[in-house]
């Protein structure tokens, strides 16, 4: 597709709005990337972020919907048998709905995070025949907490991130960046060392001890 920060300019909040649409019932595209993309460009002031925030969680609720009521009316077969053209196929469906069928509603509350979840979340629960207000309600609640945390969370940081530019200039930011990096990659180092280089607590020398 075109270049996606071309589309969100060009249609603003109602890209985001019909793009999470489309994702959330199933046909892969970039719904989460579109919102992320919109987000940074609000920081900057191009695009009303209240605008952008309900747009994306009535574009995140009512495609999820609509999956449910494709689950629900048109039924495990059909979606199966569709659905393999947009990546639906029968062994992922069969993963994600044992799944859902054991976790329940927190699935509902949690699955936009993560990516096959986020596209199937309504049509398993439509299938699985979950009861249409109790969907409605934990959809709802988990598309606000995703849209607060790749909308307003990507806002916010886009904002101190260009004020921290303004203060520090690029070169002063990339040196902070490459020491934070430097730091994060130490500490890993460090606690990776330490795990595997623990002593053997059955070896009072520290070291492996050997059969005789």
Same mark, same amino acid.
């Given at each position: 597709?075109?270049?996606?920060?071309?589309?969100?300019?060009?249609?603003?909040?109602? $890209?985001? *709005?019909?793009?999470?649409?489309?994702?959330?019932?199933?046909?892969? +595209? @970039?719904?989460?990337?579109?919102?992320?993309?919109?987000?940074?460009?609000?920081?900057?002031?191009?695009? @009303?972020?209240?605008?952008?925030?309900?747009?994306?969680?009535?574009?995140?609720?009512?495609?999820?919907?609509?999956?449910?009521?494709?689950? %629900?009316?048109?039924?495990?077969?059909? +979606?199966? %048998?569709?659905?393999?053209?947009?990546?639906?196929?029968?062994?992922?469906? $069969?993963?994600?709905?044992? *799944? *859902?069928?054991?976790?329940?509603?927190?699935?509902?509350?949690?699955?936009?995070?993560?990516?096959g979840l986020r596209q199937l979340n309504g049509i398993v629960a439509g299938i699985a025949r979950m009861p249409a207000a109790k969907f409605t309600l934990y959809n709802a609640i988990g598309a606000a907490l995703w849209v607060a945390v790749w909308g307003f969370g990507v806002y916010w940081f886009g904002q101190r991130f260009h004020a921290l530019i303004e203060r520090f200039g690029p070169v002063g930011m990339y040196v902070l960046c490459t020491l934070v990096a430097v730091v994060v990659a130490g500490y890993i180092v460090w606690r990776w060392v330490r795990r595997y280089r623990r002593p053997n607590p059955s070896d009072p020398q520290g070291g492996p001890k050997t059969k005789r």
């Amino acid at each position: 597709m075109p270049d996606i920060s071309q589309v969100i300019s060009d249609y603003g909040p109602w $890209a985001i *709005f019909l793009l999470i649409l489309i994702e959330d019932f199933g046909i892969p +595209v @970039p719904g989460e990337t579109a919102l992320i993309s919109a987000a940074l460009l609000a920081s900057q002031g191009k695009l @009303p972020i209240l605008t952008l925030l309900i747009a994306a969680w009535a574009g995140a609720v009512i495609g999820d919907n609509i999956g449910y009521a494709i689950g %629900r009316f048109g039924g495990r077969r059909v +979606v199966v %048998r569709y659905g393999e053209r947009i990546g639906i196929t029968d062994a992922r469906l $069969a993963r994600i709905e044992a *799944f *859902f069928v054991r976790r329940g509603g927190a699935i509902v509350l949690v699955a936009r995070f993560f990516v096959g979840l986020r596209q199937l979340n309504g049509i398993v629960a439509g299938i699985a025949r979950m009861p249409a207000a109790k969907f409605t309600l934990y959809n709802a609640i988990g598309a606000a907490l995703w849209v607060a945390v790749w909308g307003f969370g990507v806002y916010w940081f886009g904002q101190r991130f260009h004020a921290l530019i303004e203060r520090f200039g690029p070169v002063g930011m990339y040196v902070l960046c490459t020491l934070v990096a430097v730091v994060v990659a130490g500490y890993i180092v460090w606690r990776w060392v330490r795990r595997y280089r623990r002593p053997n607590p059955s070896d009072p020398q520290g070291g492996p001890k050997t059969k005789r």
